[in-house]
C-alpha cells in the first residue's frame, strides 16, 4: 500500500474512539432501561419513592427522556402507568409550587396551597404535597410551609 499521505494510524484511531463513545452511548442507554425495569419492578409504594426523589432534580431533557421509557413499559404494566401518571402530575405541581414559593411569605403561601389542595383530586393532592415535601428537606420556606399546612 503506498503512502497517499494520508494518515491510517489517526484515522482507526478516530474510528476506534467513536467507536466507544457509541459503545458507551449504547450501554448508558442500556442502564437506563434497566433502571427503569427495576423501578416498574418494585412495590408501587417503594416505586414512589423513588419518583418522588428523582423527578424533582431532574432537568427537563432527562425528565422527558424518562417519562417517554416509562410511558413504553406503561402500555403493559400497572405499576409503570402510575409512576408515569405521578410523574407528570409532579411535573405540573412543580411550577405552581416553586411560582408560590418565589412569590409569598410562608404563611400566605400556605394559605394558597391549602387552596391549590381543595382544587385537586387524590393523586393530584399527594403529587402537590410530595413535592412539596422534596422542596422542604432543602428549603427552609417551603418547610415553614409544610408546617403550617400540618398544624391547619
Known sequence: MANDGFNWSNFFKG???????V??????HRVRENEID???????????????QSVPPMDNENCLD???????????????QTLLIMTKLMVQAENQVRQILGQYGPRE?????????????????FAFVSLLYY????????QAVMGYLQQG
Do not use: M, W
Not at 474510528?15 to 463513545?21: M, R, T
Not at 459503545?23 to 448508558?28: E, I, K, L, T, W
Not at 427495576?38 to 418522588?52: F, K, N, Y
Open 66 to 80: 424518562f417519562q417517554r421509557r416509562l410511558a413504553a413499559r406503561a402500555q403493559h404494566n400497572q405499576n409503570a
Open 109 to 125: 403561601a400556605a394559605e394558597i396551597c391549602a387552596g391549590v389542595l381543595r382544587t385537586k383530586n387524590d393523586i393530584e393532592q
Open 38 to 52: 427495576r423501578l416498574v419492578a418494585l412495590p408501587l409504594e417503594d416505586g414512589l419513592r423513588v419518583i418522588i
Open 15 to 21: 474510528a476506534a474512539q467513536v467507536a466507544f463513545v
Open 135 to 142: 422542596f422542604s428537606q432543602r428549603d427552609a420556606k417551603a
Open 23 to 28: 459503545g458507551a452511548g449504547y450501554a448508558a
